[in-house]
């Protein structure tokens, strides 16, 4: 079965940085469209990033420039390096597979184009 486990999550002060890591087991990411989503205290779940199988990122707007995805195929892990990081950035993040369109050339950010939901890892921006 599609498992995921985020880490890498805390506390941090605006302008400072953060990796966060997305490990999956029951599959290998050579096939699957691997999302980042976010989600803050009162607000809706918001995709962050997403990396094709093929390793082409989409971004939303909010993060582009600061944020940064990739994927280590070898160790079955997804990573988001986040830079600039803003108190407007804390959330619960969250990674998760498109299993239904395999091998896309450009991924959308679409949280209801996801499944296999990870457990969450918390991000603070906090002074």
């Known amino acids: 079965q599609l498992q995921f486990v985020e880490s890498g999550g805390g506390l941090v002060q605006p302008g400072g940085s953060l990796r966060l890591s997305c490990a999956a087991s029951?599959?290998?990411?050579?096939?699957?469209?691997i999302g980042w989503f976010r989600q803050a205290p009162g607000k809706e779940r918001e995709g962050v990033s997403c990396?094709?199988?093929?390793?082409?990122?989409t971004y939303a707007d909010s993060v582009k420039g600061r944020f940064t995805i990739s994927k280590d195929n070898a160790k079955n892990t997804v990573y988001l390096q986040m830079n600039s990081l803003e108190p407007e950035d804390t959330a619960v993040y969250y990674c998760a597979a498109d299993p239904w369109n395999l091998a896309q050339a450009m991924c959308v950010i679409t949280p209801s184009g996801y499944d296999y939901w990870g457990q969450g890892t918390q991000v603070t921006v906090s002074s």
């Open positions: 029951g599959f290998t990411l050579d096939y699957y469209t």
């Open positions: 990396i094709t199988s093929g390793g082409t990122p």
